[in-house]
């Protein structure tokens, strides 16, 4: 086997070993071979003198002991290498094991590696804000998915329920089966609204892969027309003030932002209020301001409704044809677009939210 198809650690241990036997090979160089010198030079001209033996260790037993030295070394400096490697790949191991670990579904699960503080324990620490991170994201995932399942099969519930009464009446005439029909259709309705705003919210949490440049005022005004027959219905003033901005983004969910914005003004209403939806420009930035009169949120709330399928007291829901999609929608599109969402509760009553857009046409 080469040396790159072992473990790391017998790598580890072999490269230490080897630093610690050339050091020993060159002290040993450093002593023995000046000694060897002096005891090679002789006088020139003169015969060699006598040399009067004491007791001491001559050069020949030196050498010999600096080989056997040099044997010995090997066996030490392995077991010292190998030693050095294993304290060195303990956190590495530590990061391995909980990795591992994680990877079976224990997502809470951390390194916690303590001291020292030094390379390893920082890419430790590191880690463990990403295993954070990514057990927030799986519980915010399961949450969406348990709550999406709810939605859904409640309206499918009542299609069911409503369709067997009607199957099972034997007085059933063509008007009952039609006013069935006609309550299975708003039913349908209500599912494939719910469907299509749960796909521009995956759609916007995935990000932004088309950047065109678009008049902010223009798509604010499609949306308005759109709406003004559902707001004169309900006896809502619905005005805009839209001077050019623009800006860049994917058109299609910036509408979508627009009309969530809208569309939850007019539902968290009462007769004879108002919507009012601005555009402008300032410096840098352009902005979508929309505002619109209703009961009173709490401030504390606000944070709150921008997650998916959060709504505020049941009296608050008119109507009662919303998800809790709406803020949700308009803060992930928000969060694609690298924009600010900025969200009052007013006084009096109702909502003030403000989109910034950055005003250059560059991502």
């Given amino acids: 086997m080469t040396l790159a198809g072992r473990s790391l ?10 630093g610690f036997y050339a050091a020993g090979v060159l002290v040993l160089v450093l002593v023995a071979v000046p000694l060897a010198g002096v005891d090679a030079a002789t006088p020139v001209g003169r015969p060699a003198a006598k040399v009067t033996t004491q007791s001491g260790i001559g050069l020949p037993q030196l050498l010999t002991g600096s080989a056997v030295a040099l044997v010995l070394l090997i066996p030490v400096a392995l077991a010292l290498g190998r030693l050095v490697s294993d304290r060195f790949l303990r956190p590495l191991r530590a990061i391995t094991a909980t990795a591992r670990t994680m990877s079976t579904g224990s997502l ?3 390194l916690d590696l303590g001291e020292p503080t030094d390379e390893l324990t920082e890419l430790g620490r590191t880690l463990d804000d990403l295993f954070a991170r990514l057990q927030a994201s799986f519980d915010s995932q399961r949450h969406f998915v348990a709550n999406a399942s709810h ?3 409640t309206p499918l519930a009542g299609l069911r329920t409503l369709l067997e009464v009607a199957v099972a009446d034997p007085d059933a005439d063509t008007g009952s089966l039609r006013a069935a029909c006609e309550e299975a259709l708003a039913l349908s309705g209500d599912q ?3 469907v299509q705003a749960l796909l521009t919210l995956a759609t916007s949490e995935r990000g932004v892969t088309r950047w065109d440049t678009l008049d902010l005022a223009h798509v604010v005004g499609t949306v308005l027309a759109s709406r ?3 707001a004169a219905e309900r006896g809502i003033d619905l005005a805009g003030h839209l001077t050019p901005a623009v800006t860049a983004g994917d058109p299609r ?3 979508s932002l627009v009309a969530n914005l809208v569309d939850n003004a007019l539902r968290h209403n009462h007769p004879d209020g108002h919507v009012e939806v601005t555009t402008r420009t300032s410096g840098t930035q352009v902005a979508l301001t929309v505002t619109n009169s209703g009961p009173v949120v709490p ?3 606000l944070q709150r409704l921008c997650r998916p399928f959060q709504r505020l007291a049941p009296d608050r829901h008119g109507r009662g044809d919303g998800h809790g999609l709406g803020l949700a929608i308009v803060d992930a599109v928000t969060r694609a677009h690298r924009a600010t969402l900025t969200a009052d509760a007013r006084p009096e009553g109702g909502l003030s939210v403000i989109v910034r857009f950055a005003q250059t046409s560059q991502p």
């Fill in 299 to 301: 401030a504390d709330d």
């Fill in 228 to 230: 003004r027959r559902q």
């Fill in 151 to 153: 939605e859904l099969r």
């Fill in 253 to 255: 969910l910036i509408e």
């Fill in 192 to 194: 494939e609204r719910l």
């Fill in 9 to 18: 650690q017998t790598r580890l241990a072999l490269a230490y070993a080897a």
């Fill in 108 to 110: 809470h699960r951390r």
